[in-house]
């Protein structure tokens, strides 16, 4: 086998899977397909070139070892999903033509969630929400077969069980992680309690009698929507980015589609189909806080990507640690949790910003705590091969996180591959670490500062060469540490 054949083989392959998935969730064309794609680049996903890189890896060590430990990861992970790509074409597809009847009225099921989100009448949110069932149970057919099939993998690669498999190919360790969002859990549990029984007063229901279809319609906040008009969205980051030397108009390898199309997937997303050359970010604006948040986060991706070098081999580019680039999409997410970027880039007065920063640091909790029940969850789900009750437990589990009632039917849904849970967790923790020293560097407003910009461009063009841990090692602290997000979240909601 040549490896260096291998290694473009699998860049190509990358790019054309990308363009794949980008053409069903822009709303282009209904079906995946991508079988055809694996059939081209079948030689990648033998179990023998499986066996072959994982023995190179084994005897290398020096930067060979590294970038060879990502060769294996991408074409360990490819080779399972080479086998499963039957069940994500089915489920992609159906995703994608599925339909729902409200009101008399055909609604794609994509669009469903946004219409909850916004629908004040409770009793019709409620109605919504479980109109989507048997679309889910017709989903988790597909998931629970596809499931079962990546534990057997896992066994079959000579692992222990699929999370140690993960833990293998993403190379750090899952139940550290765990661990510290427990603590995390019962540090914040008070706090979060008080300050969301406080928020669902205006929704005249307790944590205990909340729903998911609540807390959709509560984090959308269109209160707030007069500071977060939907025809600013995209100028809002701009704004932003040149507050940091940064004039994304200028920039020609990056892409925006910010057109609206039925299809078209409703969360905002990024697409880095030729790194660092043609990068696009997908929303879909509709105002609102979480719009803004969204069109920052996937902005913070689209920099990443768009500023990687581009001489960096395949492996630096396209695979490596994702929680690095989940870290500068946080750290630019949470931009509105900061009362003086609200008021520079917003125009939001004193008094309205200590209201909505309230509303947001609970926001963020929500989710920090749901992840953390996640991870409870998915090891749990993950440590074993038979999935049978585990519907139950992802409702218990969740339920004791977060306080609000869950579907256990959701119990696939809410999972995705390779422990992605763990890689947002330790990227939620690195962006106040990362945070933290470009204020040290760049003074308290980092964000409209160009020497933030110039760390950041540094940083960027690493690509994911490095792991959050090592990157948290560069820029001053020994390791990831939950102390400064816990401390963060209580001196703003107590």
Not at 8 to 27: H, I, M, S
């Amino acid at each position: 086998m040549d490896m260096e054949k291998i290694r473009k083989d699998a860049e190509r392959f990358t790019k054309e899977l990308e363009e794949e998935y980008y053409q069903n969730l822009g709303g282009f064309k209904d079906e995946l397909n991508i079988s055809a794609i694996y059939g081209r680049y079948a030689h990648l996903f033998r179990r023998s070139t499986v066996d072959f890189v994982r023995e190179l890896r084994d005897a290398s060590d020096g930067e060979d070892r590294r970038q060879n430990s990502m060769l294996y990861s991408f074409i360990a992970s490819e080779y399972i999903g080479n086998i499963v790509k039957e069940l994500d074409e089915k489920y992609m597809t159906e995703d994608a033509k599925a339909k729902v009847d409200i009101d008399g009225k055909e609604v794609p099921y994509r669009q469903v969630s946004i219409m909850i989100s916004n629908e004040d009448s409770r009793e019709k949110r409620s109605m919504m929400d479980d109109l989507t069932d048997p679309i889910v149970e017709k989903h988790n057919e597909i998931l629970k077969e596809r499931m079962l099939k990546l534990h057997d993998l896992a066994l079959d690669l000579g692992y222990d069980n699929y999370m140690a498999m993960v833990e293998d190919l993403k190379g750090f360790e899952i139940m550290p992680v765990k661990e510290m969002m427990e603590r995390f859990l019962k540090d914040t549990e008070k706090v979060y309690v008080n300050s969301m029984n406080s928020a669902l007063e205006k929704l005249g229901i307790t944590i205990d009698e909340a729903e998911r279809h609540d807390i959709s319609y509560l984090f959308r906040a269109k209160e707030y929507d007069r500071y977060f008009p939907k025809d600013g969205v995209v100028e809002n980051w701009k704004a932003t980015m040149r507050g940091i030397g940064i004039d994304p108009d200028s920039q020609k390898n990056v892409i925006l589609d910010t057109e609206e199309r039925p299809k078209k997937y409703p969360r905002a997303f990024t697409m880095p189909l030729e790194v660092p050359d043609k990068v696009i970010l997908f929303i879909t604006p509709h105002g609102g806080q979480d719009d803004y948040q969204a069109m920052l986060h996937e902005g913070g991706h689209t920099e990443h990507f768009a500023h990687a070098d581009r001489n960096h081999p395949f492996e630096y580019k396209y695979l490596g640690d994702v929680s690095v680039s989940e870290t500068y999409a946080f750290l630019f997410n949470y931009l509105p949790t900061d009362a003086l970027w609200l008021n520079r880039y917003l125009k939001i007065g004193e008094e309205q910003v200590k209201d909505y920063l309230g509303f947001a640091f609970l926001n963020k909790l929500f989710f920090l705590r749901r992840y953390a029940s996640k991870i409870i969850y998915e090891v749990e789900l993950h440590s074993r091969r038979d999935i049978d009750g585990m519907d139950a437990r992802y409702k218990e589990i969740m339920e004791k996180g977060l306080r609000i009632r869950h579907k256990a039917n959701r119990y696939l849904l809410d999972v995705d591959d390779g422990f992605y849970v763990s890689q947002y967790l330790r990227a939620w923790i690195f962006e106040v670490q990362l945070r933290k020293h470009l204020m040290d560097n760049a003074g308290r407003e980092w964000f409209n500062s160009p020497t933030a910009g110039e760390i950041l461009r540094k940083l960027w063009s690493h690509g994911q060469k490095y792991s959050v841990e090592e990157l948290a090692r560069m820029v001053g602290y020994e390791s990831l540490d939950t102390g400064p997000m816990k401390e963060e979240i209580l001196e703003n909601l107590t």
